[in-house]
Nanobody
Framework: QVQLVDSGGGLVQAGGSLRLSCAASGRTFSTFVMGWFRQAPGKERDFVAVISRSGGNTYYQDSVKGRFAISRDNAKNTVYLQMNSLKPEDTGVYYC??????????????????WGQGTQVTVSS
């Protein structure tokens, strides 16, 4: 089992940047594929980005390619989401998640076993 704690959200103007962090408990962090999802008000939770167990492979939703970067530090049990050139449509609650599935890339929420509590990101125009 793993527990995930998201942090780093906040209010930022369009064009600005934020860095989200997700700290995981337990000694099995490196065995999980890690992903980020977001949920805008009144909408379903959508996939944003995912990173492989070693960090060597990443995959992004088309709308964030070139603006967001996912990374991980297995020694610190932490996954990050660097968000640049933020847009108002990036607003939402961001969740990190851990997947033990062998498939790649896991982009559906049903493929993830554990979830963080979420951190609010608000981008003003």
């Amino acid at each position: 089992q793993v527990q995930l704690v998201d942090s780093g959200g906040g209010l930022v103007q369009a064009g600005g940047s934020l860095r989200l962090s997700c700290a995981a408990s337990g000694r099995t962090f490196s065995t999980f594929v890690m992903g980020w999802f977001r949920q805008a008000p009144g909408k379903e939770r959508d996939f944003v980005a995912v990173i492989s167990r070693s960090g060597g492979n990443t995959y992004y939703q088309d709308s964030v390619k070139g603006r967001f970067a996912i990374s991980r530090d297995n020694a610190k049990n932490t996954v990050y989401l660097q968000m640049n050139s933020l847009k108002p449509e990036d607003t939402g609650v961001y969740y990190c998640a851990a997947s033990s599935r062998p498939s790649w890339p896991p982009s559906r929420s049903s493929e993830y076993n554990y979830w963080g509590q979420g951190t609010q990101v608000t981008v003003s125009s």
